[in-house]
C-alpha cells in the first residue's frame, strides 16, 4: 500500500469558470427558495429541507491511533457531545414516497483548535449522503442538476410521486444487471431504504490534518444493521421515514465513523468526487464511534429546535479539515446564501450551539 499523499495547496485546481458557476448556482438556490418561502409561509432549507431524523448521540475518538489518522479532530482520544439530523436531498417538502438519496448531517461539539476562516463556534459539521460518489464530477455539471431541480420545485407533487414509482423500478432492473445509476437515483429513483440503517459518505474529499482523506459513517449496532436495505412502504404514507426513525431510535444506535486516506492522486482525485475511491487502494480505517442513546429519533419540537436556528456545512470546523476540491469550493457561498436566507425571512438568527440539549 502506498504511503498517504501529503496536503498541500496546489492540489485544488479551480476551473476557469468557478466564480461565475457560482453565481449562477446562488441564483438558482434563491430560486427555490423564493418558491417554497412562498408557497409554505416560512423559509426551509434550499436543499435537504425536510428532516426525518433528529437526534443527540456522543462521539468517541478512539485512542492510539496511527500518527497519518491521529490528525486534527482525531489528534486526541476523547468524547464530544454531537447533534444529528437525517433528511432527503429535495428542497421542497415531499411526501416520502418520492424516493431520494438520504442525507445525514453530523455536528459535534466541544472540539478545539484553529478554524476554518468565518466558522463560528467551536464545532465541526460533516455534511454525508447515502452513496459513495457525488452525482456531479464538477461545478458546472452540479449547476446543470441544480437548474432542473429548481424549475420543478414545488411542482406537481402527484407526478413527482407518479415519476418516482417507475425509476425506481428503472433502477431495480439497471442494479440487477450490476449497475446504478446517480442521476435516477437523484430523480427520485433511490430505493426507499430506513435512513438509520445506511451507510453514510462526504463523497468529497477534505485535508486531514497533514493528509488528505474522505470520510464513512457505518451503523454496527445490532438495532441499526437489521435496518440495512430495507425498504419502507410510503404509498399513502407522506411522513413514513419520520415515523419510523422516531420509533426505531428507541432502541438506541451506534455507529462507526472511518477515514479513506488518499494514496493515488491519480486513481484518487480531489477534484472529481463522481469517482469512487478505491478500498484495496486504500480501505477506510475506524477512527471514532458514535453512539445514540434510546430516545425518540424525530419530533415536532426537535425539528423546531433544529431545521430553522441551525445550519450545518462542511465549511464549519477547523482549518485541518478544510473541504477540497471545485464541489466544495462552491458550497461555501450556497450553504451561507442558504443559511442567511432562512435566518432573514424567519426572523430567527442562525447559531452554533454550545450545548445538545433537544426536547
Same mark, same amino acid.
Given at each position: 500500500?502506498?504511503?498517504?499523499?501529503?496536503?498541500?495547496? =496546489?492540489?485544488?485546481?479551480?476551473?476557469?469558470?468557478?466564480?461565475?458557476?457560482?453565481?449562477?448556482?446562488?441564483?438558482?438556490?434563491?430560486?427555490?427558495?423564493?418558491?417554497?418561502?412562498?408557497?409554505?409561509?416560512?423559509?426551509?432549507?434550499?436543499?435537504?429541507?425536510?428532516?426525518?431524523?433528529?437526534?443527540?448521540?456522543?462521539?468517541?475518538?478512539?485512542?492510539?491511533?496511527?500518527?497519518?489518522?491521529?490528525?486534527?479532530?482525531?489528534?486526541?482520544?476523547?468524547?464530544?457531545?454531537?447533534?444529528?439530523?437525517?433528511?432527503?436531498?429535495?428542497?421542497?417538502?415531499?411526501?416520502?414516497?418520492?424516493?431520494?438519496?438520504?442525507?445525514?448531517?453530523?455536528?459535534?461539539?466541544?472540539?478545539?483548535?484553529?478554524?476554518?476562516?468565518?466558522?463560528?463556534? =467551536?464545532?465541526?459539521?460533516?455534511?454525508?449522503?447515502?452513496?459513495?460518489?457525488?452525482?456531479?464530477?464538477?461545478?458546472?455539471?452540479?449547476?446543470?442538476?441544480?437548474?432542473?431541480?429548481?424549475?420543478?420545485?414545488?411542482?406537481?407533487?402527484?407526478?413527482?410521486?407518479?415519476?418516482?414509482?417507475?425509476?425506481?423500478?428503472?433502477?431495480?432492473?439497471?442494479?440487477?444487471?450490476?449497475?446504478?445509476?446517480?442521476?435516477?437515483?437523484?430523480?427520485?429513483?433511490?430505493?426507499?431504504?430506513?435512513?438509520?440503517?445506511?451507510?453514510?459518505?462526504?463523497?468529497?474529499?477534505?485535508?486531514?490534518?497533514?493528509?488528505?482523506?474522505?470520510?464513512?459513517?457505518?451503523?454496527?449496532?445490532?438495532?441499526?444493521?437489521?435496518?440495512?436495505?430495507?425498504?419502507?412502504?410510503?404509498?399513502?404514507?407522506?411522513?413514513?421515514?419520520?415515523?419510523?426513525?422516531?420509533?426505531?431510535?428507541?432502541?438506541?444506535?451506534?455507529?462507526?465513523?472511518?477515514?479513506?486516506?488518499?494514496?493515488?492522486?491519480?486513481?484518487?482525485?480531489?477534484? =472529481?468526487?463522481?469517482?469512487?475511491?478505491?478500498?484495496?487502494?486504500?480501505?477506510?480505517?475506524?477512527?471514532?464511534?458514535?453512539?445514540?442513546?434510546?430516545?425518540?429519533?424525530?419530533?415536532?419540537?426537535?425539528?423546531?429546535?433544529? =431545521?430553522?436556528?441551525?445550519?450545518?456545512?462542511?465549511?464549519?470546523?477547523?482549518?485541518?479539515?478544510?473541504?477540497?476540491?471545485?464541489?466544495?469550493?462552491?458550497?461555501?457561498?450556497?450553504?451561507?446564501?442558504?443559511?442567511?436566507?432562512?435566518?432573514?425571512?424567519?426572523?430567527?438568527?442562525?447559531?452554533?450551539?454550545?450545548?445538545?440539549?433537544?426536547?
Amino acid at each position: 500500500m502506498r504511503d498517504p499523499i501529503r496536503y498541500a495547496p =496546489d492540489i485544488e485546481r479551480p476551473e476557469a469558470e468557478e466564480e461565475q458557476t457560482e453565481r449562477l448556482l446562488c441564483r438558482a438556490l434563491t430560486e427555490i427558495l423564493d418558491t417554497t418561502s412562498g408557497n409554505y409561509g416560512h423559509a426551509v432549507r434550499a436543499v435537504h429541507a425536510k428532516s426525518h431524523g433528529i437526534f443527540e448521540a456522543r462521539f468517541e475518538i478512539l485512542p492510539d491511533l496511527p500518527p497519518e489518522l491521529a490528525q486534527g479532530l482525531f489528534a486526541r482520544p476523547g468524547r464530544h457531545p454531537a447533534l444529528v439530523r437525517i433528511s432527503t436531498n429535495p428542497g421542497d417538502l415531499l411526501p416520502d414516497s418520492v424516493s431520494v438519496p438520504r442525507g445525514l448531517a453530523l455536528k459535534i461539539l466541544e472540539v478545539e483548535g484553529e478554524r476554518l476562516a468565518h466558522a463560528e463556534g =467551536d464545532t465541526q459539521d460533516f455534511v454525508m449522503v447515502n452513496g459513495p460518489a457525488f452525482a456531479a464530477p464538477d461545478a458546472a455539471s452540479f449547476l446543470k442538476s441544480l437548474n432542473r431541480l429548481a424549475r420543478t420545485t414545488d411542482q406537481a407533487t402527484w407526478a413527482k410521486v407518479a415519476l418516482s414509482s417507475v425509476l425506481r423500478g428503472a433502477e431495480k432492473v439497471l442494479e440487477a444487471a450490476g449497475g446504478e445509476s446517480a442521476t435516477l437515483k437523484t430523480m427520485g429513483g433511490a430505493p426507499n431504504v430506513h435512513p438509520l440503517g445506511e451507510s453514510y459518505f462526504s463523497q468529497t474529499a477534505f485535508r486531514h490534518g497533514d493528509f488528505i482523506a474522505k470520510y464513512q459513517l457505518v451503523p454496527v449496532s445490532g438495532s441499526l444493521t437489521r435496518l440495512t436495505g430495507e425498504e419502507i412502504p410510503a404509498a399513502g404514507a407522506p411522513d413514513a421515514l419520520r415515523e419510523r426513525v422516531a420509533q426505531d431510535l428507541a432502541e438506541g444506535g451506534v455507529w462507526e465513523f472511518r477515514v479513506q486516506l488518499c494514496r493515488n492522486a491519480e486513481t484518487m482525485p480531489v477534484e =472529481d468526487p463522481s469517482r469512487i475511491w478505491s478500498e484495496e487502494e486504500s480501505p477506510f480505517v475506524t477512527v471514532a464511534r458514535l453512539t445514540a442513546p434510546p430516545q425518540p429519533g424525530w419530533s415536532e419540537a426537535r425539528a423546531e429546535a433544529v =431545521d430553522d436556528p441551525i445550519r450545518f456545512s462542511v465549511w464549519t470546523g477547523l482549518a485541518a479539515h478544510r473541504p477540497l476540491g471545485a464541489i466544495n469550493r462552491v458550497r461555501l457561498a450556497t450553504y451561507r446564501l442558504s443559511s442567511d436566507y432562512r435566518a432573514a425571512c424567519n426572523r430567527c438568527p442562525i447559531h452554533e450551539p454550545d450545548r445538545v440539549d433537544l426536547p
